[in-house]
């Protein structure tokens, strides 16, 4: 990350620890988010809408809330879930949301979505009103984030502001790397918070071009919401080009897209589908997969572990083993 883009986030956790005690007012449309009668009605339609196409959603086994907040989602989560752990970057939202009274399988994580490693994995990850937050080159991170959270055969299942509900109300700038910043004032300061329009069309695109099968939509006016699951990839080629650290293999996909994995310290990252000439540079900071070191032993286990944990399908020869 750059210091620019450390700053920004370190700004927006700051902004949501600050304005916890008055969070859920946007939610409920109390104070400055009062629009009146007819527009309140409309948005608890939409809100309805929301729990509804949740609810719809059936049981999320072992779940995994990232950004929970306040707890606008937790408490139906906890219902649906046969364990839900809810992780959150500010104390101040966790305590607040500790506070709504959960039963136990309901755990909390204070962390920094962006410092977490996925080193457990669950049947649904859950997101509320997260994704517009996520700047554009932490977003391929993010995704790999959840990748790497779900088991196979789970799902990702997010809710957040439609595209046209996000422009009003505060001061915006386009920044240097094409976020959306909106300056938020809260008792004198003022804090930089990323708002990036979502159209459903838009992410749905961009999902399956990283080779997820996405379902987005929106609901009349305010929300859209997604489920999608990581598309299995079937790896036709594949050339071990340097089996000690750091580890490297090469090979295309059955689609006929550039493959690229790498192990070296941590974590290996995976890539599908980049250029060429960038793929080196991309598994550095834009990987479509993180997976935990697992099998160390040699480079044969080490890539059917993340085969495994990427749902990939090898070719039985690979070459330079
Ligand atoms: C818009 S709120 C959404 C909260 C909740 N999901 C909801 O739907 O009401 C964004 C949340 O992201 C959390 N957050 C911001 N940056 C974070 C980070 N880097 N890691 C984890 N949480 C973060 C904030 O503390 C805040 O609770």
């Known amino acids: ?24 007012d946007w939610w409920q449309r109390n ?3 009062d629009e009146g009668d007819g527009r309140n009605a409309a948005w608890t339609a939409d809100v309805e809408a929301l729990q509804a196409w949740l609810g719809s959603q059936g049981r999320l086994g072992r779940c995994i809330e ?31 949301n500790r506070a709504r009274g959960h039963p136990p399988h309901v755990r909390f994580r204070q962390a920094d979505i962006f410092a977490l490693e996925p080193l457990q994995q669950f049947d649904t990850v859950f997101f509320g009103f997260w994704l517009n937050h996520v700047p ?17 055969g789970g799902r990702a299942l997010f809710v957040d502001s439609a595209a046209a509900s996000t422009i009003w109300r505060f001061d915006e700038s386009i920044d240097r790397q094409g976020d959306r910043i909106q300056q938020r004032e809260l008792d ?15 992410v749905r695109q961009w999902l399956c071009a990283e080779g997820w099968w996405a ?3 929106q609901t009349n006016e305010f929300f859209i919401h997604g489920r999608c699951e990581p ?20 090979g295309r996909t059955r689609d006929d897209r550039p493959l690229y994995i790498r192990q070296h310290e941590g974590p290996a990252t995976v890539c599908i589908g980049r250029p060429r000439e960038t793929m080196a540079a991309a598994v550095q ?21 993340i085969a495994r944990w990427c749902d990939l399908t090898l070719p039985d020869h690979i070459a330079g083993l």
């Not at 139906?76 to 104390?91: I, M, N, P, T």
């Not at 554009?136 to 196979?152: D, T």
């Not at 790896?235 to 750091?246: E, N, Q, S």
């Open 1 to 24: 990350m750059t210091p620019e883009l450390v700053a920004l986030m370190a700004g927006q956790r700051a902004y949501y620890a600050a304005r916890a005690p008055t969070y859920d």
């Open 31 to 33: 104070g400055i988010y």
């Open 66 to 96: 990232l950004a929970g907040g306040t707890g606008l989602w937790t408490t139906r989560l906890g219902r649906q879930a046969d364990e839900l752990l809810v992780v959150d970057a500010s104390r101040e939202v966790l305590t607040l």
């Open 136 to 152: 554009n080159s932490l977003r391929a991170r993010f995704w790999a984030l959840v990748r790497g959270l779900l088991r196979p």
């Open 188 to 202: 004198g300061a003022v804090f930089g918070v990323v708002k990036q329009p979502l159209a459903p069309d838009d």
């Open 215 to 217: 379902d987005v939509a």
């Open 231 to 250: 598309a299995a990839v079937e790896v036709v080629a594949l050339t071990c080009t340097c089996d000690i650290a750091p580890v490297q293999f090469e």
């Open 285 to 305: 900071g834009d990987p479509q997969f993180l997976v935990p070191l697992l099998a160390q032993d040699d480079a044969r286990n080490m890539l059917d572990d």
